[in-house]
Nanobody, 114 residues
Framework: QVQLVESGGGLVQPGGSLRLSCAGAGFTLSTYIMSWYRQAPGKERELVASISVSGGTTTYAGSVKGRFTISRDNAKNTVFLQMNSLKYEDTAVYYC???????WGQGTQVTVSA
């Protein structure tokens, strides 16, 4: 059974940092473009960042550019999202996504609150 398993979410104060991980189970994500999405309460799911197979090309939503970094460790079959300088508006459920296969993880909650 194919799974994308996210971890690393939690409660953090404004200005803090979190690192999300997405591990493939039954799925070799190292051969696919991978993305992170997020969905805040009452809002549509939005693309946060994407990374090429090699990791050499990354793209970001304007709202997170300069604060978030997507990376991957293909040897560990894992994709990461390093989130720095977190803001209240970053509060959302974050999802890992393999676009070409339309695989989604279960999501991990990130809450930014004082």
């Amino acid at each position: 059974q194919v799974q994308l398993v996210e971890s690393g979410g939690g409660l953090v104060q404004p200005g803090g940092s979190l690192r999300l991980s997405c591990a493939g189970a039954g799925f070799t994500l190292s051969t696919y473009i991978m993305s992170w999405y997020r969905q805040a309460p009452g809002k549509e799911r939005e693309l946060v960042a994407s990374i090429s197979v090699s990791g050499g090309t990354t793209t970001y939503a304007g709202s997170v550019k300069g604060r978030f970094t997507i990376s991957r460790d293909n040897a560990k079959n894992t994709v990461f999202l390093q989130m720095n300088s977190l803001k209240y508006e970053d509060t959302a459920v974050y999802y890992c996504h393999a676009p070409s296969r339309n695989y989604w993880g279960q999501g991990t909650q990130v809450t930014v609150s004082a």
